[in-house]
């Protein structure tokens, strides 16, 4: 009978053996031998990855975030300044972690040019959608090629987990593996080899974040954005006193709250807007702002590093009864 490890690289060189049934028979073979750490890897690529944590790099793929333009479709969601193209390429950075049976059935009808919608948790496209003026849609696609590419590492790992078993004798004849061969897989050298192959495992910052308080900067490609001429007393008074109003809070939370990362300033930002919420003659006055102003305008008014994290967290006040 045929040895198990010279079927495995004879299938994994073979593009229509499916990565499903290569796992499956890798799976024998870690079992047989009590290859543990290899077989709990196997397991997650069969059955998905729940826990972001225990995704190795090669299942984050690069996705584009796009937003709805009236005028001319689909648009990339252009970042702004370095904070806010750090976040962009965070939330592009995507986890996935669906079985391997389903990434199959994802490109089998695909071209390499075909791109998949990925689906964002509501809060977090809820953030979006007010991060860029609350009048559009957003989504993050990614390529099917991209998809792909995760099958093809799969198919690369289990490859060279092959040759490496033949170059240490382990051939497993007959559908069985001598204690020796055992011996020699279960070898802690082995299990780091093992471990390169995986790859590396991370976790996206981004599954760390709360995005309520963040903020994108820029917006989407063929959208001028333009500001206000404001010709009534009322209004810019009323701008001015809330611009400072808001300006003097955030100054305020600094000095007992640190702004050094990305988090600790989202942070600061909704510990401001709770202080709104929490005074309606406060809140009132500047959802009454917002009406009357673009948002940008109300940002330079209130020209604060942090106005761009607090406004994506208040300005769907402005569609509250």
């Known amino acids: 009978m045929d040895s198990l490890v010279l079927e495995i690289q004879r299938d994994a060189l073979d593009p229509s053996v499916s990565v499903l049934t290569l796992l ?3 799976l024998v073979v870690a079992r047989k031998l009590g290859l543990q750490e290899f077989q ?51 939330l592009c950075d995507y986890p996935v972690g ?19 919608h990925a689906r964002l948790p509501g809060e977090l ?16 696609r990614i390529s ?28 497993g004849e007959g559908m ?15 299990q780091v ?40 007393n009322a209004v810019k008074q009323n701008l001015a006193e809330a611009a400072a109003e808001i300006q003097q809070l955030l100054k305020q939370l600094e000095q007992s709250y640190p702004t050094k990362t990305f988090t600790e300033k989202a942070v600061v930002a909704e510990e401001a807007i709770k202080r709104i919420e929490a005074n309606p003659t406060f809140k009132e006055r500047v959802v009454g702002v917002l009406k009357s102003v673009s948002v940008e305008t109300f940002k330079e008014a209130v020209d604060h590093p942090l106005v761009n994290i ?3 967290g208040i300005e769907g006040w402005q569609q509250e009864p």
Request: no cysteine.
């Open 24 to 26: 499956r028979k890798a």
């Open 176 to 190: 069985t593996f001598s204690q020796q061969e055992k011996s020699v897989a279960t070898n802690p050298n082995y």
């Open 40 to 90: 709990n890897w196997i397991e997650l690529e069969l059955g998905g990855y729940i826990e972001k944590e225990s995704l190795p790099s090669y299942r984050y793929v690069q996705g584009q975030l796009k937003g709805w333009n009236p005028y001319h479709g689909w648009q990339p969601v252009i970042a702004g300044d370095a904070e806010t193209i750090e976040f962009h390429e965070e």
């Open 310 to 312: 607090l406004m994506a």
């Open 125 to 140: 496209e809820a953030f979006l959608v007010a991060s860029l003026g609350g009048r559009t849609k957003v989504q993050l």
């Open 98 to 116: 669906q079985p391997i049976s389903e990434l199959i059935d994802l490109v089998k009808n695909r071209d390499n040019r075909s791109m998949l």
């Open 144 to 171: 099917s090629a991209g998809i792909a590419g995760i099958l093809e590492a799969v198919r690369d790992a289990i490859l060279r987990w092959a040759l490496k078993l033949e170059e240490d004798g382990i051939l």
């Open 193 to 232: 080899f093992i471990e390169n192959i995986v790859g590396e495992k991370a976790m996206s910052n981004i599954q760390n974040n709360d995005f309520r308080s963040a903020s994108i900067g820029g917006g989407i490609a063929g959208r001028d954005y333009t500001g206000d001429v404001i010709h009534n």
